[in-house]
């Protein structure tokens, strides 16, 4: 395919004032029509576009359906099923350290469901007395804890901890401790 080419006009001599006049005029006509013919052609090209998507969207709409609502209910948790002869194991999941004289300390521990768990705390060699150091049985989840007053009298530093737990065959052991501090 072949371009054509416009035939131009001839410059005019320098002589003939009034041709240049004409010419230079002829010229700026001709880019001005150049220009508003590419703006109409743009925005004619543009207007075209946005109709063409508005129909294409509307072509595609996707209908949202309203539903009702639904209740969730609360996640409810099962404990664990253990023989009851299971080995039986012992773990400190948390303690209260340091501890100043006159507050109070705990200590939670994780075992077997339904052990038989026992407590001894000692403080200057000599076993601890409180009600709160009593025989427990672990709950459903196999969480136990002890909770205690450490008298303002009572001597400071480390305490520790012993407690065992049995089921009907086994038994375990965890030892940790206490910093009772000033």
Known sequence: MALKVKKRIPTPKRSDR??????????RRRTLRRTFTSVVVLLILAAGAGLAYTWYSGQHQTVALSEA????????????KISPNARLGVAVQTVT?????????????RTNPAAVCTISVKQAEAKMEDSGLSKKTADEFGMLSWAWTVKPTDPVGKWPINITCKN?????????EVLVKA
């Open 69 to 80: 609502p639904v209740h969730k209910t609360r996640a409810t948790f099962s404990a664990p």
């Open 18 to 27: 009034f041709a240049q006049q004409v010419y230079k005029r002829e010229q």
């Open 97 to 109: 350290s340091p501890v100043q004289p006159g507050s109070n300390a705990s200590i939670t521990i």
């Open 168 to 176: 009907k065959k086994y038994s375990a052991v965890v030892v940790s």
